[in-house]
């Protein structure tokens, strides 16, 4: 079994930083890419940010410049540094995995953090 365990959210005022963790674990052979994506209430989970296996990185341009993805492939987690934080982001966050077991590779998703971004 896989699981993905996230934290860090919270309330924070606008202007305000936050650090997410996601860490993977279970019976886990390789993992790809992962990234954070988010929910606001009514609307679709859209992707914040991913990173490959490799370090490369991919942001919505509404968050460019202020958050920072970054993974620790040795521990199977990945960050989210939020900086200069505004209502509009203000979601649930949801960690995803695309990872290899030993017989399926697979996309895993956290339960969720929320995060909410007012004074």
């Known amino acids: 079994q896989v699981q993905l365990v996230e934290s860090g959210g919270g309330l924070v005022q606008p202007g305000g930083s936050l650090r997410l963790s996601c860490a993977a674990s279970?019976?886990?052979?390789?993992?790809?890419?992962m990234g954070w994506y988010r929910q606001a209430p009514g609307k679709q989970r859209d992707l914040v940010a991913l990173?490959?296996?490799?370090?490369?990185?991919n942001y919505a341009d509404s968050v460019k410049g202020r958050f920072t993805i970054s993974r620790d492939n040795a521990k199977n987690t990945v960050y989210l540094q939020m900086n200069s934080l505004k209502p509009e982001d203000t979601a649930v966050y949801y960690c995803?995995?695309?990872?290899?077991?030993?017989?399926?590779?697979?996309?895993?998703w956290g339960q969720g953090t929320q995060v909410t971004v007012s004074s």
């Open positions: 279970g019976n886990i052979f390789k993992i790809y890419n």
């Open positions: 990173i490959t296996s490799g370090g490369s990185t």
């Open positions: 995803n995995a695309d990872l290899q077991r030993v017989a399926v590779r697979a996309d895993y």
